[in-house]
């Protein structure tokens, strides 16, 4: 298990994140600027998560978490809803050969509830594929909330252990979490000019730096990754304590 940046100062505090965090947003208004479809704006945007998939794994990223549809996603128009799950099961038949061949372990993070057994069994497929991989891990947010995260883990936890049902803490619920797997993201990045969270990451996000662009999604690449990296490098990560503690006098 990793450390809660709650209860501890994590490891490996350094200036190239270990975990970075993306809402990749923008997609629809890249689109819109060009006057083409939304569904346009979604293509271009799954390269983008090619390149920046690439770009992590060069400069030493250990773990990429990414929000591709969140449970309020739900809301938006069927016939987009219908393309994403379609581009979805489309990106993940296709890339996964690519993504063993460069050692990546892939995750798949969220409520797999509404999920038709085809996806589910494709779902399954990658992860067991990559599974043994030791590179990059890569982490796809589909159908996922931050708060769906906290209530499913506390049902979780109280189902294996009922006698934790008048007092639990952090360390108790902690392995329920969707992302248990993974430290807590060091660097937090939103493109597209919104900054809000948006139910992404609630518990995990706690002491994330948060980096937010203007650059929408199809348009962020390595350049944009270096440059929210530098911005990191240059935050002083105390999670709780005072200056003089990170950077003790000489």
Wanted: hydrophobic share 45%; charged share 25%.
């Amino acid at each position: 298990m990793f450390k809660s940046s709650t209860e501890a100062v994590p490891d490996q505090v350094k200036d190239v994140p270990r975990h970075v965090a993306v809402i990749m947003d923008g997609n629809g208004r890249w689109a819109k600027q060009r006057f083409m479809p939304r569904i346009f704006g979604h293509k271009r945007g799954v390269d983008a998560l090619r390149e920046t998939i690439k770009a992590c794994d060069a400069l030493g990223v250990e773990f990429l978490t990414v929000f591709a549809f969140s449970s309020e996603n739900w809301r938006r128009p069927p016939d987009e809803v219908t393309f994403l799950m379609g581009l979805f099961i489309k990106v993940l038949g296709s890339e996964i050969e690519r993504m063993h061949a460069n050692q990546i372990r892939l995750r798949i993070v969220g409520n797999r509830s509404r999920f038709t057994p085809d996806l589910l069994a494709l779902i399954e497929a990658a992860e067991a594929s990559t599974a043994g991989n030791t590179g990059l891990t890569l982490s796809v947010a589909v159908d996922y909330g931050g708060r769906w995260d906290v209530i499913q883990a506390t049902q979780a936890m109280l189902a294996d252990h009922p006698d934790l049902a008048q007092s639990f803490d952090e360390a108790d619920l902690a392995p329920y979490l969707a992302m248990s797997y993974a430290p807590e993201p060091d660097l937090f990045i939103r493109t597209g000019g919104e900054q809000r969270i948006s139910n992404f990451l609630l518990w995990q996000l706690a002491y994330t730096e948060l980096y937010f662009t203007d650059l929408l999604w199809p348009d962020f690449g390595r350049p944009a990754l270096e440059a929210a990296i530098d911005w990191y490098a240059g935050r002083e990560r105390r999670f709780g304590r005072i200056s003089e503690q990170v950077k003790p006098a000489s």
